[in-house]
């Protein structure tokens, strides 16, 4: 434990100066970092992980390096992980980030993989519109999980869906359905969900 308490220390430490590093050397630090919020959880690395200075010098890494794919990558599940897992205040300026970076088709996966957890997803203009987009960007399989993972988010919250989502939502939901190799499991909640979806 130590060790990674002194490696994050460490990280953090250039990442507070990240303005001092070559963009090689801050696509190394941020790749290192990200890896801890994303691995177990620890209360000992949450001082740290849950820092909104942090948080900040992290979007503004993002936003100096618009064309750099795995930065971007490893700033948008940082970011997600450290506002989940340890608490980081998720603010306007963070989702703003997010969202910015939703039209990078290497980005978009971890975009919508943890952009639902900030609360600003339940306000945005644009939620139904990109929810219904996820399970097309690639990896498909993935995304159809983080798509029904939201789905089932905006029906514990009440959240009631337009009725073009609602039938996109069926639509993807009766297609896993046809799978032959479906587990039981999946079924009985594919169809409970179903039909939550269709009662709402």
Request: glycine share 2%.
């Amino acid at each position: 434990m130590a060790l990674q308490t002194d490696a994050l220390h460490s990280l953090k430490d250039k990442l507070l100066h990240w303005q001092q590093l070559t963009e090689p050397e801050l696509e190394t630090a941020v790749r290192e970092f990200e890896k801890i919020p994303r691995a177990e959880v620890s209360t000992f690395y949450t001082p740290v992980l849950s820092s909104n200075d942090l948080g900040a010098i992290l979007v503004a890494i993002g936003r100096q390096f618009p064309e750099n794919t795995k930065l971007q990558v490893n700033v948008v599940s940082a970011l997600g992980n450290m506002v989940l897992r340890y608490g980081l205040t998720p603010t306007d300026v963070m989702f703003d980030y997010l969202v910015a970076t939703i039209d990078n088709r290497k980005v978009n996966f971890y975009v919508a993989l943890h952009i639902h957890v900030f609360p600003q997803y339940q306000t945005w203009d644009r939620k139904w519109e990109y929810l219904m987009s996820v399970p097309d960007i690639a990896p498909r399989k993935k995304s159809f999980v983080v798509f029904y993972d939201t789905v089932k988010q905006q029906l514990e919250k009440h959240d009631i869906m337009p009725l073009e989502v609602k039938q996109v939502v069926i639509k993807k939901i009766q297609a896993q359905l046809a799978d032959e190799n479906l587990h039981p499991y999946l079924k009985d909640d594919y169809l409970a969900t179903l039909h939550a979806v269709v009662e709402q």
